[in-house]
């Protein structure tokens, strides 16, 4: 049988109730008290019994993170950072449980006595349901990635549209005219706004929009090939492709050096969130930053400002800029 807060508080020759006041650091109690207490809890290896605890506190002492899917256009890098920018935040005392709300089959296990908190990476609209019933059950929320137009919802998510514009803009100062875009997967947020960014660059500057040089995509490396592979095709091609995301990019990429054309001799590529391997495809790939594990991260910070009561549920847009990384797959076009 482990050790007990009776076991500490004859030691300390001290009620049980200061044990548990020293060890939740109390300000009730002097500091030499409380220093004195948890050293002999350290030196007895006392572990709290977290289901207890639970009990008393009526708290879980578990946090959801859910995604729109973890599988269905969510790379292995988005997933990471997400995962990374959550978990760098929530200390030891808290469980973390990761889950595709596609996977669920109703939201009967989504309730305040299972979650203290919930965190959404919200891909596409048909989250809706799912952050409804959470707000419902009145869980503490905080939605990343997509703009959730409701008074009670936190929003952190960053500017792609802006990001996708000043991508193609790149592309369009070295004298790139027909400008192909991949596409992510359909009806994501992420999807429209960086495709209404390269439209926006591209009616901006008066470009020929082709709709033979916009191809759907769905955010992993296989279909960037395909798409890229379509593109190559074509009787007359694009001189550059911005890529909605680095994996199709990096897909992309293959295609071109199988054809036995080069980049960016042959074509220039952009890709977009700047994952890990960005930096080390050859030629490196140009893309635009976008702040996943920064986002993951406030959103953990203000989550736990709500969950201790630091904070009031209210309606809150925190947008974070993109970054144009210029590396090596941009060049002007050769005539």
């Known amino acids: 049988m482990g050790v007990t807060i009776k076991d500490i508080a004859k030691l300390a020759n001290v009620s049980h109730t200061t044990v548990s006041r020293a060890l939740n650091n109390s300000p009730l109690l002097k500091e030499d008290t409380k220093r004195k207490i948890k050293e002999i809890a350290q030196q007895l290896n006392y572990a709290p019994d977290v289901n207890a605890r639970s009990l008393v506190l009526q708290k879980s002492y578990t946090i959801g993170l859910f995604l729109t899917s973890l599988t269905e256009g969510t790379s292995s890098s988005f997933l990471a950072e997400t995962i990374k920018g959550v978990t760098n935040q929530i200390d030891d005392h808290y469980s973390l449980i990761i889950k595709g709300i596609e996977e669920l089959e109703d939201f ?168 890990g391997f960005s930096k080390y495809t050859t030629p490196a790939l140009t893309t635009v930053k976008r702040p996943i594990e920064q986002i993951s991260t406030v959103g953990a910070k203000r989550l736990l400002k709500l969950m201790e009561g630091n904070a009031v549920q209210r309606s809150e847009l925190l947008l974070l800029k993109t970054e144009l990384v210029n590396r090596q797959t941009v060049d002007r076009v050769k005539n």
Do not use: W
């Open 108 to 275: 009967s296990s989504i309730s305040r006595k299972r979650f203290d908190g919930i965190i959404v990476m919200s891909q596409s609209d048909v989250d809706n349901s799912f952050i409804y019933h959470v707000r419902k059950q009145e869980i503490p929320l905080v939605i990343l990635n997509r703009l959730v137009e409701d008074q009670s919802i936190v929003n952190i998510l960053s500017n792609d549209r802006e990001g996708a514009y000043e991508a193609v803009n790149l592309l369009i100062q070295h004298n790139h005219k027909r400008i192909a875009i991949i596409e992510g997967t359909p009806h994501f947020r992420s999807t429209i706004e960086r495709k209404q960014g390269y439209l926006d660059s591209m009616i901006e500057h008066k470009l020929t929009i082709s709709q033979q040089y916009m191809i759907q995509g769905n955010y992993d490396m296989e279909s960037g090939y395909k798409a890229m592979n379509e593109l190559i095709s074509l009787k007359v091609r694009p001189t550059a492709v911005f890529c909605s995301n680095d994996d199709m990019a990096i897909g992309a990429m293959k295609a071109i050096t199988e054809a036995g054309l080069s980049v960016p001799d042959d074509f220039s590529i952009i890709g977009f969130d700047d994952i």
